[in-house]
């Protein structure tokens, strides 16, 4: 059958260049005091909260000294009990909320987590829908009608809240997709954000009624936002698309 289909086409990893090489924060500027690598895990970028009064200046987020316009994103990420951090696009500086200043953030949390989801209803259930994992901080809400979904060959499940997120410990593979103002989220193997930010202003006319000052911002750094939980990365590669690309020829 030469039926078309809705799937994306596969992008070679030997296309992706490595933007975090495993040892140091070589390439990286902002909170380099609270992030780095422990000699006894190499190979993996993890957020030290407890090194936040060593990092000065207030520089509480992490951010790539190169600057990107349209690419793909990939990275392999575990959360701590009720972890929480985010992907900063398009950022302009590491001292300004990425969430309002940067064109946006992506929402990285353990949204099932004890302290944002409890599956009796229980008023603990603090969270908007556009901040569960993958989310488009306080703009577009990610898809998030995973219920009771196992992992396959193992026993555990996957976070409580609904979304596509692994339990703390578990690894989840993310690939974010920014093209122009069109941004897409695959966590774990699943399209889960579909977002087109050309439909807000930034002037208060998002979900969260919030300014976003960054939002049009046409070219920054990619960082990582949280500074309270021991998050970690490892494998974050990109691959830089030309200015012109187009979400469709993906």
Known sequence: CSCATNAPKEISETDFVSIFNGKDLTG??????????????????????ERRSQQPDGLFELMTEK???????????????????????????????????????????DDGGSE????????RNLL?????????????PCRRDNVGRKLAGRERDFTGGGSYVHRPGTWNSEEVRVVGEEI??????????????????????????QQHPGLHNERGSIGWLGHGHNVKWRNIRILELPDDAKMSDL
Not at 116 to 123: L, N, R, S, T
Not at 128 to 140: A, R
Not at 202 to 208: A, P, S, V
């Open 28 to 49: 990286w500027t902002g909170a380099t005091a609270m992030y780095g690598v422990d000699p006894k895990e190499p190979g993996i970028l993890q957020c030290f909260p």
């Open 67 to 109: 600057t990107y316009r349209n690419f793909i994103l990939r990275f392999d990420f575990v959360m701590p009990p009720n972890g929480n951090n985010g992907l900063g696009i398009r950022m302009l500086n590491a001292k300004d909320d990425a969430a309002y200043h940067a064109m946006c953030e992506l929402q990285l949390l």
């Open 116 to 123: 944002y989801y409890d599956p009796k209803g229980d008023p």
């Open 128 to 140: 908007d829908p556009f901040q569960y994992t993958g989310s488009v901080y306080g703009m577009v």
């Open 184 to 209: 897409e989220v695959r966590l774990n193997g699943e399209l889960i954000t579909k977002a087109d930010l050309s439909q807000f202003v930034g002037n208060g006319d998002t979900l969260d009624h």
